[in-house]
């Protein structure tokens, strides 16, 4: 497993940034010069791309999220109806007693709708780690630049925001953030998915609730907060 990165300058949260470029003359200072720094700039246009990358992947991330949830709740109505069927006596239905075969079949039939349903959950899942993936190569590109470019820059211009833009290093740490949320999202997420067994209707029926307790424990606004704190940014 390769070693993650750690970025350890002080920065602030994409609210305070925001406000801060929302008002930038109060305490703050602006050197003309900085336009012109052409390692800065590499860094800014490399975060610039890398913000873009996150606004599409986001799309992506949302959508599939969101197809989850009737698919969840399918799967979770045939396991009450698999529930249903096991606690029913066929032979002691009058009306049913000449299909001896037919719990059996519609068991088969039950259980053959619940892997439709579970691949389509797959190709979601798949989504997600594939958002996963393309967001992480692409952060680990930005912080490769920034690496490059660091010493040149200096200190003072990576903590020094503008009018237009919050510093760099805090759209460094916000990307480190972005890169977290979904990395540990995707996770839960498909740990919840595999322990799907057909053997434990109960745990099939409870999906819906497992999944929207994943969603509640989570920053579920922090990517689009963050891409809104640097909207300015983008449009430059």
């Not at 799967?75 to 075969?101: I, M």
């Not at 689009?224 to 300015?232: A, N, P, T, Y």
């Amino acid at each position: 497993m390769r070693n993650r990165r750690v970025w350890t300058v002080p920065t602030s949260s994409p609210k305070e940034a925001s406000s801060r470029v929302a008002n930038p003359h109060v305490g703050l200072q602006y050197p003309e010069k900085m336009t012109q720094d052409r390692p800065l700039l590499a860094v800014q246009e490399a975060l610039k791309k890398c913000f873009l990358v996150v606004e599409e992947q986001q799309g992506l991330w949302q959508s599939a999220l969101q197809d989850c949830q009737p698919l969840l709740s399918s799967l979770s109505n045939l396991a009450e109806q698999l529930q249903a069927a096991q606690n029913l006596r066929f032979e002691d239905v009058p009306a049913l007693r000449a299909f001896p075969d037919l719990k059996e079949r519609l068991r088969r039939k039950q259980l053959a709708a619940g892997d439709i349903v579970l691949d389509k959950l797959g190709e979601r899942l798949a989504i997600l780690l594939k958002v996963r993936d393309v967001v992480s190569s692409h952060v680990e590109r930005v912080f490769q630049i920034y690496e490059q470019h660091a010493d040149t820059v200096g200190i003072d211009a990576v903590l020094q925001p503008s009018a237009v833009s919050p510093s760099v290093a805090d759209m460094l740490e916000w990307l480190q953030d972005i890169e977290r949320h979904y990395r540990k999202s995707y996770l839960n997420r498909k740990y919840l998915l595999s322990s799907i067994r057909w053997g434990d209707l109960a745990n099939i029926q409870a999906l819906p609730k497992a999944w929207d307790r994943i969603s509640k424990d989570e920053h579920q606004d922090l990517v689009q907060d963050i891409l809104l704190s640097v909207s300015f940014f983008l449009e430059q």
